[in-house]
T-cell receptor, first 115, second 113 residues
Framework: KQEVTQIPAALSVPEGENLVLNCSFT??????LQWFRQDPGKGLTSLLL?????REQTSGRLNASLDKSSGRSTLYIAASQPGDSATYLC??????????????FGTGTLLAVQP | EAQVTQNPRYLITVTGKKLTVTCSQN?????MSWYRQDPGLGLRQIYY???????DKGDVPEGYKVSRKEKRNFPLILESPSPNQTSLYFC????????????FGSGTRLTVV
């Protein structure tokens, strides 16, 4: 059974700091891995998607990496800003019949960037 | 704008009163899912659909029903809501291929009293 874990559960950093959020999964047979951002009481905003055949994806100040063999993904945020404060969720997509029907979510990392 | 639209955003209801949460996507996606989010438990899949008239149970389907009569719509039905179904609900859709992620709706906060 696929399990997804995120460490740390909470993180507080001063503005401008570079930071790394970690995500680990137990079964390497994933379709892709997606990173989301969730603001309090709001929906999920997709940040980056890494296909199983890829090693990393970049969007602006965000970089996500994937190492299937070790069951790990990291989200790197450069030059953090107070507006980055949110909960960050990673989700592993399970393979079913040549496509994916299910995301297994980690419990998230609550990030606070202090001005 | 490509999006997943859920309605209502907030709902307070009483135990046993049937309700439907609607979900619609305008991206011609084949795959649609419902998730619930609870503190300490994270997001868990309730039901999913891989195409019109094809639905199946996720991890926590008890007390819920779904239907997929049209590609764009995937309503979640609570026939007899109970307080333990108080939660934040999300609908999501995807094309399903490896290079395609899921797009989520804004969520429906349901309170059953």
């Amino acid at each position: 059974k696929q399990e997804v874990t995120q460490i740390p559960a909470a993180l507080s950093v001063p503005e401008g700091e570079n930071l790394v959020l970690n995500c680990s999964f137990t079964d390497s047979a994933i379709y892709n891995l997606q990173w989301f951002r969730q603001d309090p009481g709001k929906g999920l905003t997709s940040l980056l998607l890494i296909q199983s055949s890829q090693r990393e994806q970049t969007s602006g100040r965000l970089n996500a990496s994937l190492d299937k063999s070790s069951g790990r993904s990291t989200l790197y945020i450069a030059a953090s800003q107070p507006g980055d404060s949110a909960t960050y969720l990673c989700a592993a997509a399970l393979i079913y019949g040549g496509a994916t029907n299910k995301l297994i979510f980690g419990t998230g990392t609550l990030l606070a960037v202090q001005p | 704008e490509a999006q997943v639209t859920q309605n209502p955003r907030y709902l307070i209801t009483v135990t046993g009163k049937k309700l439907t949460v609607t979900c619609s996507q305008n991206m011609n996606h084949e795959y649609m899912s419902w998730y619930r989010q609870d503190p300490g438990l994270g997001l868990r899949q309730i039901y999913y659909s891989m195409n019109v008239e094809v639905t199946d149970k996720g991890d926590v389907p008890e007390g819920y029903k779904v239907s997929r009569k049209e590609k764009r719509n995937f309503p979640l039905i609570l026939e007899s809501p109970s307080p333990n179904q108080t939660s934040l609900y999300f609908c999501a859709s995807s094309l399903g291929g490896e290079g395609y992620g899921y797009t989520f709706g804004s969520g429906t906060r349901l309170t059953v009293v």
